[in-house]
């Protein structure tokens, strides 16, 4: 064989494993360049730091993971381990590996009609959340995801342009799901997925978390396939008390799970977070002595037309001064700071009323309605100063008179106009003396009334104020109403004896519930129900004492069964003992 055939035969296998070596490096090096670029993105989501390839690995080893609480699709929250999100197809989607699961795996009921509700508002169709599902071999073929590393909270704002719908659909429950998880701290991120623009009141959505929320167009920024390593989707609904009307006309929830203390530790911490200082805090004898009256005061619809009449006429009235507010030329913090220390609060309806939330106990609540809407089929802000623990008082007023209200037909229809109806249909909103119950939310008679602008009848309202606010509200004296309930009584027992053969006794003692000795209870009394077995009706005592003598209605030789509970300060129920069974 040729030396030189050889040589020439090794030299180009050499370079030809060079070659090979090189396109190798290179490659490996565009890869490297690649994942640098994809850990850059991340990192502008987030400050925490994160290892991209392992992220990577950890995907397409041990694909989506997800484990979620809650039996029903309106109740169900999910955490999720590295859900991703395509921002093309604006579809989240899961990966299948070997190691993933989803808990509960309900089939094809995850669309019956869907796995959770995103916002707090229920079993709304807006609302639904799902997901796609794809092996985690497909990513092989898809755009290289890029990571979001914090710990997020995925959900729908309901509607962030109106303010009681952020308070009462979002703030609250984002609030409130966040106690429910301890990874999801102040170093969490909000990330909003029903499209909407950050709105004009998205400097409060801002309180919650350290971090700057994401809005779902912002996700086309980062790349086209999003990752989130730890996530949780849905909102807690606990903390609602309205449903809008969308199946039934609107009104309080018909399961309310929320109390004043929980609203109330709510504003206190949005309060803290807006260095807003409470009656609470140290002031001045002088200061404490400054009561005074907030009038909201509206300057686009909705008008009080003789405001300056009605300032000073409360002023007068309650020996206070009164002052205005406006969501239109002040900032909500400083209205905060106003109303968190005034005696009374004077609005229309409206959803700058859900301000209440931040008044002091003892404060007075006066929402004005306009001519034809009545108020006890509007509730949302009645509902709230009535959650026991918020103590507020309320008073709604209605305008009775239509000469005093002053309505704008030719409008948008969204403004209350009705110049685009028939003209059968405006004759009959025109003679109409109230809305009707309806559903939410275009009804053209309840957005022509509630558009109106009003003079307010002072004698009217101040005569409504007298009949509900007895004396002058004092801040100062307001406590906390106690929300602490009984125990079980403790040691029922019955003795029963034979009179004569038409007459009995029965007697009926305990102790009384363990924590009593512990608490400071203004009232105590027990409830004792007695069921002559095989009735379907019971007699109900309520009792000062301990132990107690029946002999009315006890018929000889007979059972019955007794049940016994503890109430304090009259509303506060404890559970009932066991059962006793007595036999005369």
């Known amino acids: 064989m ?28 565009a890869v490297l360049e690649e994942e640098l670029q994809l850990t850059r993105q991340s990192q502008e989501l987030s400050q925490a730091r994160i290892d991209y390839h392992t992220a990577l690995l950890a995907l397409q080893e041990y694909g989506t993971r997800m484990v979620c609480t809650g039996k029903m699709h309106t109740d169900r929250i999910c955490r999720f381990d590295y859900l991703c999100y395509c921002t093309e197809a604006e579809e989240f989607v899961f990966f299948h590996s070997n190691s993933s699961f989803m808990l509960p795996n309900l089939g094809p009921r995850r669309f019956q ?16 959340f799902n997901f796609l599902e794809l092996p985690a071999a497909a990513l092989k073929f898809m755009p290289k995801p890029v990571f979001v590393p914090d710990v997020t909270l995925i959900l729908n704002r ?58 779902k167009e912002q996700l086309r920024n980062f790349g086209k396939l999003m990752c989130f390593t730890k996530s949780y989707v849905g909102l807690s ?40 200082t409470t009656r609470g805090g140290e002031k001045s004898p002088a200061e404490e002595k400054d009561e005074y009256i907030v009038v909201f005061s509206r300057s686009i619809n909705r008008l009080i037309l003789n405001e300056a009449e009605l ?39 409206g959803a700058q009323l859900v301000s209440s939330l931040f008044l002091s106990r003892g404060a007075v609540v006066v929402e004005l309605f306009p001519y034809a809407v009545n108020p006890e089929q509007y509730t949302p802000y009645k509902t709230l100063a009535s959650l026991p623990g918020m103590d507020l008082q309320y008073v709604a007023w209605r305008n009775m008179v239509e000469e ?87 040691e029922p027992q019955c003795q029963t004896s034979v009179q004569a053969t038409n007459e009995a006794k029965l007697t009926v003692s305990w ?63 404890g559970p009932f003992a066991d059962v006793l069974t007595c036999r005369t």
Request: charged share 20%; net charge negative.
């Open 2 to 29: 040729n030396v030189a055939a050889i040589l020439n035969g090794l030299l180009v296998s050499v370079v030809a494993a060079l070659l090979w070596k090189y396109v190798r490096l290179s490659e490996h090096a």
């Open 113 to 128: 009609p869907a796995l959770l509700d995103l916002s707090s508002v229920e079993d709304h169709n807006t609302q639904y």
């Open 158 to 215: 309901f509607n962030p342009d109106n303010l009681m719908h952020v308070f009462h659909d979002d703030l609250l429950p984002i609030f409130y799901t966040m106690q429910q998880y301890s990874d999801l701290d102040d170093e969490a991120r909000l990330v909003f997925m029903e499209g909407w623009s950050e709105g004009a009141h998205f400097d409060l959505y801002r309180l919650l978390s350290s971090k700057q929320p994401l809005l």
């Open 237 to 276: 609904k606990m903390t609602t008390w309205y449903q809008y009307g969308f199946v039934q006309p609107q009104g309080p929830k018909a399961n309310i799970l929320v109390s004043g203390n929980e609203i109330r530790q709510f504003s206190s911490s949005l309060m803290e977070k807006l260095n807003i």
């Open 311 to 349: 300032i000073l006429a409360l002023a007068q009235e309650f020996q206070m001064r009164a002052v205005t507010v406006s969501l239109e030329e002040q900032t909500f913090p400083s209205i905060v700071k106003v109303i968190s220390g005034a005696s009374i609060l004077v609005s229309m309806h």
């Open 404 to 490: 005093n209200s002053v309505a704008y037909p030719e409008r948008p229809w969204e403004q209350g106009g009705i110049a685009h109806l028939d003209k059968e249909e405006q004759e009959h909103i025109l003679a109409s003396k109230e809305v009707p119950r309806h559903l939410c939310c275009r009804n053209p008679e309840w957005l022509y009334r509630i558009y109106q602008d009003t003079i307010v009848d002072i004698p009217s309202l101040l005569e409504a104020l007298r009949a509900t606010v007895k004396t002058k509200p004092n801040l100062k004296k307001a406590k906390p109403a106690s929300t602490v309930h009984p125990g079980q009584v403790r």
């Open 511 to 573: 102790q009384i519930p363990w924590n009593l000795k512990y608490l400071k209870v203004r009232e105590v009394k027990y409830e004792v129900w007695i069921q002559e077995q095989g009735e379907n009706t019971y007699m109900p005592y309520i009792l000062p004492h301990q132990n107690y003598t029946f002999s009315e209605n006890i018929k000889p030789f007979t059972t019955y069964l007794v049940w016994v509970r503890c109430i304090f300060n009259k509303n506060l129920l």
